[in-house]
């Protein structure tokens, strides 16, 4: 079983003079449940070699114990030290996608063409593709078969506007997540702020926020199950 996780390369929070990039423990929590059911990860990103951290997701209010497990972690160092380029990266390697979030990836994975194409062709080869957080933001310009949007008609989550405004960064961000979703035509839905909350349509899989990261690798591994034995 074959993992990849696609990380941001962003780091500026754009012109406030502040650091952003992923959410540890939106990596570091799929990470170890994806281990622990065998898995081989890959880490990718579009620049490669070491992605931002946002520092907010080190602080001692944000830290886990996944997180901490992480950080002292020094086969996990040496993967995050070592990401791929994602332009090089062949989406038939592999069995699945998992999406961290952070703000970053609402300035380049959004945007990104390699990005695009990994989602596209991995849900078109049947394969299942998580994201949670932010994350489901780089679903922006994602196309179904048909060329409508993705997320058109279907069930999807993401960091809500509440939450957003509760991180005091609503003038900050290129787009908000749970507007982008509902303009592209999603079935958007949530549950309480800061609570996990993960929806599946399908191969789709999308989760809300930071403590959503967990369940969205259970579920994408119960999926990856499923598919195993069908």
Known sequence: ????????????????????????EELAAPYYRLKQAGATITLASPKGGRPPLDPKSNEPDSQTDDTRRFEADAEASAAL????????????????????GGHGPLWDLAEDGDSRN?????????????????????????????????????????FTNSEEEGVGLTEVVPF??????????????????????VVRDGLLITGQNPASSAEAADVLLAVLDELATA
């Open 1 to 24: 079983m074959n993992v990849l996780v696609v990380l941001t390369s962003h780091e500026e929070l754009g012109t406030t003079g502040r650091k952003t990039g992923f959410w540890l």
């Open 81 to 100: 030290d070592s990401t791929v380029v994602l332009s090089t990266v062949d989406p038939a390697d592999y069995d699945a996608v998992f999406y961290p």
């Open 118 to 158: 990994i989602i596209e062709t991995t849900l078109r080869s049947g394969k299942p593709v998580a994201l949670v957080c932010h994350a489901p933001g780089v679903l922006r310009h994602v196309t179904a078969e048909d060329g409508s949007p993705l997320v058109q008609g279907r069930p999807v989550t993401g």
């Open 176 to 197: 908000l997540v749970e507007d982008m979703l509902k303009a592209n035509g999603g079935v958007y839905s949530k549950g309480a702020d800061w609570g996990s909350y």
